[in-house]
Structure formats: structure tokens, C-alpha cells
């Protein structure tokens, strides 16, 4: 398991854990029945307070995911709900899984360029521009706009997941969204600690979302290292 971030822009620990878990049960990299190792040695390893640990795993207890047998250990129980932070982040490690997490490069409220598909109601909106990880894993590039009658984005309130920034600071919760998946070129904009220079063809995600109103409220752009990372839509 990798080390949880404590970055000041990372989610709680607690909530880093049970995301981690979450998602490995969903790539089937934890087994219904699969019992954990000792929450000392889980601690240990992931660099956390044994506290930390069993408030994740309470979490996980509470939705279902998992069965805490006294003096025996904790065991692993798929068809709980899945219910996640990340349930609308669909690229994982090729191994399967991992834990998202992002390093902000620039946060911008500016007019909406001419190239971008309409969406929103306003002409305005603010472009996010962010460098992904799964686990320690470099695996993506994003720029993400949110329509500027969203609401104003604080660079210094955002956490690893946007979603729950909404939810938390701007009052709305993404419904739905929908995906297009293809191939293209990294922007000029990429940093070099993407390892892949601007210019080289990645996997391609165009993100329209959608909260409680009828145009889309945010519209993304995700270039990804197909060499670490993959899609991955489960059907349930």
C-alpha cells in the first residue's frame, strides 16, 4: 500500500485510507473474504496513526464493505455500496486501483476561449490545470473549466478531489457526466514532471458534467499515460 499524502490540499487521511480500500475492492485487488493484515502493521505501513487507520475502517464497516470480527481481524465483504469520492474517476493503475491524488499548477478565472464546446451560462469560468497521480504514479495531465456562474474557486480550499470542493464550498454536487474517450496530443502546457514531453500522443478524455441544472456546469480535458494507466468503466 503507498504512504497517504498529508499534503494541505489532500483529503483527510482517514478518507485517503478508505478511498484507497474502496477502489482496490472495486478492481478486485481486495477479495470478498480477504482478510487484512493486523491494523498495526497496516498503520505502520501506510505511516498513520493506528486512530487514523480504524476510523477508515469504520467507514468502510459502515458502508458495507467490511466485517470487523473481534480477536479475529477484518475481512473483506463485497456488495456493500461503493459509494465514493472518486467514483466518477475512471483511470486506474494497470495493475488495477490506486489512490487519486493531484498537484495544482495554475488556478485562472478568465473569458472562456473561443475553442472550448459551449457549456454553462456564462462567458466567464475559471480553468483548473492540474497534474494527476494514482498512488505515487504519474499518470495524467487535466484541465478542467468550470462555468463561472458555479461559483468562485479558492485555490488555497481545494482538495484532491474537485467534486467534493463543490459540494463542500460551492453548494452543488455533480450528478452526471458524460465521457468521450479517444486518443490525442499532450498540450504545450505540460509539465515536465509528466516524463512524457508536449506533443506526445496519450490516451484522451473530453468530460462534460452536469449538477442540478440543465447545461453542463463543467467540461474537462484529461491526457493520459496509457504505458500507467487505463480506463475503466464498470457496468453494475
Known amino acids: 500500500m503507498?504512504?497517504?499524502?498529508?499534503?494541505?490540499n489532500a483529503l483527510p487521511l482517514y478518507v485517503q485510507i478508505s478511498e484507497l480500500l474502496i477502489r482496490d475492492i472495486a478492481a478486485g485487488r481486495l477479495i470478498d473474504g480477504e482478510r487484512l493484515p493486523p491494523e498495526?502493521?497496516?498503520?505502520?505501513?501506510?505511516?498513520?496513526?493506528?486512530?487514523?487507520?480504524?476510523?477508515?475502517?469504520?467507514?468502510?464497516?459502515?458502508?458495507?464493505l467490511?466485517?470487523?470480527?473481534?480477536?479475529?481481524?477484518?475481512?473483506?465483504?463485497?456488495?456493500?455500496?461503493?459509494?465514493?469520492?472518486?467514483?466518477?474517476?475512471?483511470?486506474?493503475?494497470?495493475?488495477?486501483?490506486?489512490?487519486?491524488?493531484?498537484?495544482?499548477?495554475?488556478?485562472?478565472r478568465m473569458a472562456k476561449p473561443g475553442e472550448l464546446?459551449?457549456?454553462?451560462?456564462?462567458?466567464?469560468?475559471?480553468?483548473?490545470?492540474?497534474?494527476?497521480?494514482?498512488?505515487?504514479?504519474?499518470?495524467?495531465v487535466e484541465e478542467i473549466w468550470l462555468d463561472g456562474n458555479a461559483g468562485v474557486v479558492k485555490r488555497d480550499l481545494l482538495s484532491d478531489s474537485l467534486y467534493r470542493y463543490y459540494q463542500k464550498q460551492l453548494g452543488f454536487w455533480i450528478s452526471h457526466a458524460e465521457d468521450r474517450v479517444t486518443i490525442g496530443a499532450l498540450p504545450d502546457w505540460t509539465p515536465e514532471a509528466f516524463q512524457k514531453p508536449a506533443g506526445t500522443i496519450t490516451g484522451y478524455i473530453e468530460r462534460y458534467s452536469w449538477a442540478d441544472r440543465p447545461e453542463?456546469?463543467?467540461?474537462?480535458?484529461?491526457?493520459?499515460?496509457?504505458?500507467?494507466?487505463?480506463?475503466?468503466?464498470?457496468?453494475?
Request: without cysteine.
Open 66 to 108: 467490511l466485517e470487523r470480527i473481534q480477536g479475529s481481524g477484518n475481512y473483506i465483504r463485497q456488495g456493500g455500496t461503493q459509494a465514493s469520492v472518486y467514483a466518477m474517476f475512471r483511470l486506474e493503475l494497470l495493475s488495477g486501483g490506486g489512490l487519486p491524488r493531484a498537484d495544482i499548477l495554475t488556478v485562472d
Open 216 to 236: 453542463a456546469v463543467e467540461y474537462s480535458r484529461t491526457w493520459f499515460d496509457t504505458d500507467r494507466a487505463h480506463y475503466v468503466q464498470r457496468l453494475k
Open 2 to 8: 503507498p504512504t497517504a499524502s498529508q499534503s494541505p
Open 117 to 140: 464546446p459551449a457549456f454553462g451560462t456564462s462567458n466567464e469560468g475559471t480553468r483548473i490545470r492540474r497534474l494527476r497521480y494514482l498512488n505515487d504514479v504519474t499518470i495524467a
Open 40 to 64: 498495526r502493521d497496516m498503520a505502520e505501513e501506510l505511516g498513520i496513526s493506528i486512530g487514523t487507520l480504524r476510523k477508515a475502517l469504520a467507514d468502510l464497516t459502515e458502508k458495507g
